[in-house]
Structure formats: structure tokens, C-alpha cells
């Protein structure tokens, strides 16, 4: 394992034991609303200092930029954190939320880390050295047509100025795939989509945190990752589509009538 994913799966673990002790003691959290249906728990930010600590710690000139804290430092390496992707799961202790921890240079992802404290499952992925699930090497599905595939989403939950848009992509995903899923966790959809659990993914006014590690496990195991027109704005518009190369053609396909200037990148 590259000597920086270490460090990054060393800050993940300790991230996800605090979550996981919390877990226990839901009622006596702290809780703070951020905007509408947007919640932060003392959690969320203990947990990214955790993490933080770590891996300045490791690499003191390294830049951060995380969900809760924001960006620090200049370096052409970034570190990209969600402490706690799926808050809103875990103040309700439905059990689908997960650390993740992306590292950039020069703009390129080139490490990844998501790691499921519930189920102890640890998504890592290097650049060039494919993407794991414990020890396990992960592909991407091989299913070929759209009608055959389950594919995962987000609901919009925060802003709804695409949200005519986004339905009718759902009506229609609805009718042309054996099956839609929400269950409320970007990082995990990415990491099930690496996988081969999903076949593909498609979700609007993301955050870079929560999908800049999900995408390097998808690139690794094979898949293909862009915008909602297949290009290479997604970390910056939010806006994204993934799947398997044959399934992911055929999404952008579907997804290609309803597209406003909104949801066409930056």
C-alpha cells in the first residue's frame, strides 16, 4: 500500500471508532442546522480533526480542504475529507454513512479512501494500482444493458433549483433500469459502484468531499466518471455520472433531454 494511503486509511479507522462509538449515545449528541435538511453533529467535527491531525501530522505542508472546516494551507497536494458522509443517516441511526478521504496533486486524484464503520468495510484505491474492499480487488459491473441495471442516486435535499430537471431523469431512469436506489450516502454509492453493486450513478450539486475518493475507486476498477455530459467537470459543477463504460454511455443517453444550463458544468 502507498505509504500516503496508509496514513489516509490510519485517519479513516480513527475517524469511523469515534463514529461508531457515538453511535450508542445518538440522543445525547450535539446537533447544529446548517441550512435546510443540512446537519452537522459534534461528531462530524470531532472526527474531521481527528482525521486532520493525522494526516498533518504525517504531512505538515500538505493543504486540507474539508467539509467542516473548510480549506487550509497552499501545497500542490490537497487533502479532500468528509468525516462523516451520510449525517443525516447516522443522526437517525439507519446504518449507511462513511468516512471519506481523498488525496489531490496538482489536480489529479491519486489517492482514496472510504471506509463503512458499520460493516468495517474499507474502500481504498491508489492511482495506476486498481481499487480493493478489504483485500479484495474490485471491478466494475460487467452488464451491458441499461434494462438489466440497478443504479443508485441522491435525491436533491438542500437545493431544489434543479429539481424539475433531476425528476424527469428519474421518471425516465425509472422506466429503462431494473431498479432505482437512494439510500443517502454519495461516498458509499461510489464505493458500491466500484464494486459492481450498482451498474451506475447519477447525482446533481454534490460536494468535492463527497465524491472526489468515490470517483477514484470507480476510475480504478475500470469505470468511467464525468458530468452529467461525460466531461471532466464533475468535482467542480457537482454534477455527476458514473457507471461501467458500456451502462454509462447509455445514462448520459438518458439523461441528455432534461439537461438545463444548470446542470451542463462549469
Not at 67 to 96: C, K, M, R
Request: aromatic share 8%; glycine share 10%; hydrophobic share 40%.
Amino acid at each position: 500500500m502507498h505509504p500516503m494511503l496508509t496514513i489516509a486509511v490510519k485517519a479513516a479507522r480513527r475517524a469511523g471508532n469515534l463514529i461508531h462509538r457515538a453511535a450508542d449515545n445518538l440522543d445525547h449528541l450535539t446537533v447544529t442546522k446548517k441550512s435546510h435538511a443540512d446537519y452537522v453533529s459534534e461528531v462530524d467535527r470531532t472526527a474531521e480533526q481527528a482525521i486532520i491531525k493525522i494526516l498533518l501530522d504525517a504531512y505538515p505542508t500538505h493543504a486540507i480542504l474539508a467539509e467542516e472546516s473548510g480549506a487550509q494551507g497552499d501545497s500542490e497536494y490537497v487533502w479532500i475529507i468528509d468525516p462523516l458522509d451520510g449525517t443525516t443517516n447516522f443522526l437517525h441511526g439507519y446504518q449507511q454513512y462513511a468516512v471519506s478521504i481523498a488525496l489531490q496533486h496538482k489536480g489529479v486524484l491519486t489517492q482514496a479512501v472510504i471506509y463503512d464503520p458499520t460493516k468495517n468495510d474499507l474502500f481504498t484505491a491508489s492511482r495506476g494500482r486498481g481499487a480493493y474492499l478489504n483485500d479484495h480487488r474490485l471491478r466494475v459491473s460487467k452488464r451491458k444493458e441499461l434494462a438489466d441495471c440497478l443504479i443508485g442516486t441522491g435525491f436533491p435535499y438542500t437545493k431544489f433549483e434543479h429539481l424539475d430537471a433531476y425528476m424527469a431523469i428519474l421518471r425516465d431512469m425509472m422506466q429503462k433500469t431494473s431498479g432505482l436506489r437512494r439510500p443517502g450516502s454519495a461516498s458509499l454509492d461510489l464505493a458500491y459502484t466500484a464494486a459492481g453493486r450498482y451498474d451506475g450513478f447519477f447525482e446533481t450539486g454534490l460536494k468535492p468531499w463527497d465524491i472526489a475518493a468515490g470517483c477514484l475507486l470507480i476510475t480504478e476498477a475500470g469505470g468511467l466518471v464525468g458530468d452529467l455530459q461525460g466531461n471532466d467537470s464533475y468535482l467542480q459543477s457537482g454534477h455527476l455520472c458514473a457507471g461501467n463504460p458500456k451502462v454509462f454511455a447509455q445514462m448520459l443517453q438518458v439523461i441528455a433531454p432534461h439537461l438545463t444550463e444548470g446542470l451542463k458544468g462549469k
